[in-house]
């Protein structure tokens, strides 16, 4: 069972332009929603996360667009640059006992930026 | 450097092999997870230690795999008689305590079971 869809698969786009990247989930118990960049032979490392009380969050480049009510996230890169070129990933946590965060991963989107 | 760690980076065995491997965590972190990750998929959570507790185990964790964390320092995950199947990077994680404490991945491990 996915709990987390992402698409596109794979993006091309332009240095300069956007990238838009969609997840959509299931389960409304995840209470905390991460992107996670990955490099080739590399681990996936945190770009920017959202709890659902908020719409959006902005750090950088990225943003964050959050509907609670339609189980939806958006991560938007804008300026888009060659060295993003990469894996992204989305996830949704639920709170494990102790307290820890159980991540489910999307499928993951391979972003190309083209010169 | 003072991220996660993981040994060895690469791992073949032939089938039916047993294999471990270590992970080392950011120092002061209390949790330590171990995730799975097939070609061209997201990570899948395996396990969950919270010092030296191990807290919480995916379905699936078969009986062939075995995690411990003595001392609630270093991890090490072990895989008996391996399949095919168990063909994998096995990355691990750490974080803070904290609801919402973010999760740092190691390189991982990519075992090959010929």
């Known amino acids: 069972q996915q709990q987390v869809k992402q698409s596109p698969q794979s993006l091309i786009v332009q240095k300069g332009g956007i990238s838009i990247i969609n997840c959509a989930y299931e389960n409304t118990a995840f209470d905390y929603f991460p992107w996670y960049q990955q490099f080739p032979g590399k681990g996936p490392a945190l770009l920017i996360a959202?709890?659902?009380?908020?719409s959006e969050k902005k750090e950088g480049r990225f943003t964050i667009s959050f509907n609670k009510s339609a189980k939806q996230f958006s991560l938007h890169i804008m300026d888009s640059q060659p060295g993003d070129s990469a894996t992204y990933f989305c996830a949704a946590s639920i709170t494990l006992t102790g307290g820890g965060n159980k991540l489910t991963f999307g499928t993951g989107t391979q972003l190309k930026v083209e010169l | 450097d003072t991220g996660v760690s993981q040994d060895p980076r690469h791992k073949i065995t032939k089938r039916g092999q047993n294999v471990t491997f270590r992970c080392d965590p950011i120092?002061?972190?209390?949790?330590l997870y171990w995730y799975r990750q097939t070609l061209g998929q997201g990570p899948e959570f395996l396990t969950y230690f919270q010092n030296e507790a191990q807290l919480e185990k995916s379905r699936l964790l078969s009986d062939r795999f075995s995690a411990e964390r003595p001392k609630g320092s270093f991890s090490t995950l072990e895989i008996q008689r391996t399949e095919q199947g168990d063909s994998a990077m096995y990355l691990c994680?750490?974080?803070?305590?904290?609801?919402?404490?973010?999760?740092?991945f190691g390189n991982g491990t990519r075992l090959t079971v010929t």
């Open positions: 994680a750490s974080s803070f305590l904290g609801k919402y404490s973010p999760l740092h």
């Open positions: 120092s002061e972190h209390n949790r």
């Open positions: 959202i709890r659902p009380d908020v």
